[in-house]
């Protein structure tokens, strides 16, 4: 079993900044593909970006890229996300995620464990 506890959420101005980390326990990552997701209020939940076990390989979602950068540290156990050049559309909770699928790796159902969220609200 894997824990992972996602932190750095707030309440941030457009054109704004945050830093996302996702400390994980009960587990190495390392063997793990590490993403984030994100839900909208009154819509479905999003693949954002995901890093290949090595931090070697990345993706993102058109709407981030350019303005979000996933990167992780198997020393510390621990994903980040950051965020800069905020848009309002990107106020959601955030999610991280680990699994063992590259190839569904934009997918939820690449994953098998999740964390509980932090919300990222951007005002205009």
């Known amino acids: 079993q894997v824990q992972l506890v996602e932190s750095g959420g707030g309440l941030v101005q457009a054109g704004g900044s945050l830093r996302l980390s996702c400390a994980a326990s009960?587990?190495?990552?390392?063997?793990?593909?590490m993403g984030w997701f994100r839900r909208a209020p009154g819509k479905e939940r999003e693949f954002v970006a995901r890093?290949?076990?090595?931090?070697?390989?990345?993706d993102y979602a058109d709407s981030v890229k350019g303005r979000f950068t996933i990167s992780r540290d198997n020393a510390k156990n621990t994903v980040y996300l950051q965020m800069s050049d905020l848009k309002p559309e990107d106020t959601a909770a955030y999610y991280c995620a680990a699994g063992g699928s590259l190839r569904i790796s934009t997918m939820s159902s690449g994953y098998n464990y999740w964390g509980q969220g932090t919300q990222v609200t951007v005002s205009s």
């Open positions: 890093a290949s076990t090595r931090g070697d390989s990345t």
């Open positions: 009960g587990r190495a990552i390392s063997t793990y593909i």
